[in-house]
């Protein structure tokens, strides 16, 4: 399998892939795929907590009818979608795109 399809796959199926890519020969030793991995595993967490967040925030948004910003937490959940999209492009176009913080954590990572 190409680097590149395997470094879009740690975002696809994130993080189930991830860490098997993480662990299997040859790509623990890819240093592009063992970044792709670790981004997607970061974004993954940051994701998760931000999912709870958002859910919780929709709830009270709702029960106060705070319509307007009901639905301004449904377009921070198309830009979650939109990054995890974008990340997939740039895995596909062999790019090591670094989001803001977990790209730093990821790089680090991978080095190591």
Request: aromatic share 20%; charged share 10%; glycine share 4%.
């Amino acid at each position: 399998m190409p680097d590149n399809v395997a470094g879009l796959l740690s975002y696809f199926f994130t993080p189930i892939s991830a860490i098997i890519f993480l662990a299997v020969e040859p790509f623990k030793t890819i240093q592009s795929v063992r970044f792709h991995s670790f981004q997607a595993i970061g974004f993954a967490v940051v994701s998760f907590i931000l999912w709870i967040a958002l859910i919780i925030l929709t709830i009270v948004f709702a029960m106060m009818h705070l319509f307007i910003l009901f639905w301004l937490v449904r377009l921070v959940w198309l830009a979650i979608f939109a990054v995890w999209i974008f990340l997939m492009y740039k895995a596909w176009s062999n790019e090591q795109y670094k989001l803001p913080v977990i790209g730093d954590w990821a790089e680090k990572m991978a080095r190591g």
